[in-house]
């Protein structure tokens, strides 16, 4: 989700100063021989963690070889801080710690510092982001330090310019920078959204790029001074509302359908197993909200398919029902290849998807509220 918050001005006596000698490590992410020992040293520091006396165990930890190590380590220091067990001394090493490791040449997204960072003191993390030595494209976490960066902060068109420049060929990042762009209202930022989103619009369905389309349709909200109802903060007054639960909800369940017959390549059958899917009709109802009346057909014949005319089974029934498929679809890998039964409707359901994606992006720009700063 993407947060709004106010552009927070970087001046040279606030921003970090970083480790002038970063702890030598070795590229290593998968020691697992060293795995054991460490883990066994992480379970005799628990007790005591949080303390002052446990800083030293801690910092080892975190510089460990192997990267399971090192993301319990941080885990358990975080439980301590959130916990207010943590004393000041010990919040402090943990964060520079935490640094010397994001420095480090066998940093992953795996067991991510900045997400730990972040929890420690969110300005003073965005702050020390912005640094030249965080925000490079050579960076082994930069797509997790521009998201962060993004999401919580601002950029300033000079550098989304360069960062853009950088990384010409990387569709994701491009995505990200332009909606940094939007939030920034860089020059030239509305002509090459719309030009993105004409584009798909114009495309065939087998042609549609669908994350390309989405993330130009967030970013206009953005520069439109609009925010998407997914991307409001828990706990703002506007997401009480009837009207904007509704809007949530619609655009929420049909995520839930995306993700499962999109990305998971579970089909209806993983979907409707789900807790997602104890009453249908809440998946059902967005769909018909958004006058898709051939996806309604489609998804009501994939019920009475999996149901074969009966109620609808309970959550554990439905398990029983998918683990069931599953296990026929192996004993018939090595034989003659039979059809998945929700093969032709899940076919149909794709060749619909780009008219989703559209319906679902517009009815999300209708539902969009102003911008609170």
């Given at each position: 989700?993407?947060?709004?918050?106010?552009?927070?001005?970087?001046?040279?006596?606030?921003?970090?100063?970083?480790?002038?000698?970063?702890?030598?490590?070795?590229?290593?992410?998968?020691?697992?021989?060293?795995?054991?020992?460490?883990?066994?040293?992480?379970?005799?520091?628990?007790?005591?963690?949080?303390?002052?006396?446990?800083?030293?165990?801690?910092?080892?930890?975190?510089?460990?070889?192997?990267?399971?190590?090192?993301?319990?380590?941080?885990?358990?220091?975080?439980?301590?801080?959130?916990?207010?067990?943590?004393?000041?001394?010990?919040?402090?090493?943990f964060w520079n710690a935490l640094v010397q490791d994001l420095l480090?040449?066998?940093?992953?997204?795996?067991?991510?510092?900045?997400?730990?960072?972040?929890?420690?003191?969110?300005?003073?993390?965005?702050?020390?982001?912005?640094?030249?030595?965080?925000?490079?494209?050579?960076?082994?976490?930069?797509?997790?330090?521009?998201?962060?960066?993004?999401?919580?902060?601002?950029?300033?068109?000079?550098?989304?310019?360069?960062?853009?420049?950088?990384?010409?060929?990387?569709?994701?990042?491009?995505?990200?920078?332009?909606?940094?762009?939007?939030?920034?209202?860089?020059?030239?930022?509305?002509?090459?959204?719309?030009?993105?989103?004409?584009?798909?619009?114009?495309?065939?369905?087998?042609?549609?790029?669908?994350?390309?389309?989405?993330?130009?349709?967030?970013?206009?909200?953005?520069?439109?001074?609009?925010?998407?109802?997914?991307?409001?903060?828990?706990?703002?007054?506007?997401?009480?509302?009837?009207?904007?639960?509704?809007?949530?909800?619609?655009?929420?369940?049909?995520?839930?359908?995306?993700?499962?017959?999109?990305?998971?390549?579970?089909?209806?059958?993983?979907?409707?197993?789900?807790?997602?899917?104890?009453?249908?009709?809440?998946?059902?109802?967005?769909?018909?909200?958004?006058?898709?009346?051939?996806?309604?057909?489609?998804?009501?014949?994939?019920?009475?398919?999996?149901?074969?005319?009966?109620?609808?089974?309970?959550?554990?029934?439905?398990?029983?029902?998918?683990?069931?498929?599953?296990?026929?679809?192996?004993?018939?890998?090595?034989?003659?290849?039979?059809?998945?039964?929700?093969?032709?409707?899940?076919?149909?359901?794709?060749?619909?998807?780009?008219?989703?994606?559209?319906?679902?992006?517009?009815?999300?720009?209708?539902?969009?509220?102003?911008?609170?700063?």
């Amino acid at each position: 989700m993407w947060e709004f918050l106010r552009k927070i001005a970087l001046t040279f006596s606030q921003v970090p100063q970083l480790p002038q000698n970063p702890i030598p490590q070795k590229k290593s992410s998968f020691d697992s021989t060293n795995r054991p020992a460490g883990l066994e040293e992480l379970a005799l520091l628990i007790p005591t963690m949080g303390s002052d006396e446990s800083i030293s165990s801690l910092e080892q930890l975190i510089a460990h070889s192997d990267v399971y190590v090192r993301g319990d380590a941080k885990r358990a220091a975080a439980e301590a801080v959130t916990s207010g067990k943590a004393t000041e001394l010990f919040r402090t090493a943990f964060w520079n710690a935490l640094v010397q490791d994001l420095l480090s040449e066998q940093v992953s997204g795996m067991d991510d510092p900045v997400r730990f960072l972040m929890k420690l003191d969110k300005e003073k993390t965005l702050n020390l982001l912005h640094k030249p030595a965080f925000l490079r494209p050579d960076h082994p976490l930069f797509t997790y330090n521009l998201q962060t960066l993004v999401s919580h902060s601002s950029l300033d068109c000079a550098t989304i310019s360069r960062l853009r420049r950088a990384v010409p060929g990387d569709a994701d990042l491009q995505n990200t920078l332009r909606f940094a762009a939007a939030k920034a209202h860089c020059p030239g930022i509305g002509a090459e959204l719309d030009g993105i989103i004409a584009d798909q619009l114009a495309r065939q369905p087998c042609d549609f790029q669908e994350c390309d389309f989405i993330s130009a349709s967030r970013a206009r909200l953005v520069l439109s001074g609009l925010t998407h109802p997914q991307s409001l903060i828990e706990g703002e007054a506007e997401r009480g509302t009837t009207q904007v639960k509704e809007d949530l909800d619609t655009i929420d369940f049909l995520s839930i359908i995306g993700d499962y017959l999109l990305y998971d390549g579970a089909g209806f059958a993983g979907l409707f197993s789900m807790e997602a899917c104890n009453d249908p009709e809440d998946l059902i109802a967005p769909l018909r909200r958004l006058s898709l009346w051939k996806n309604v057909r489609i998804f009501e014949a994939a019920i009475q398919l999996f149901t074969k005319g009966c109620p609808w089974p309970s959550l554990e029934a439905r398990k029983e029902m998918w683990d069931a498929l599953n296990r026929t679809q192996e004993e018939e890998a090595g034989e003659e290849i039979h059809e998945r039964p929700f093969a032709a409707l899940e076919a149909e359901w794709m060749a619909l998807n780009r008219d989703l994606v559209i319906a679902a992006e517009e009815y999300g720009f209708k539902a969009a509220i102003p911008v609170t700063k």
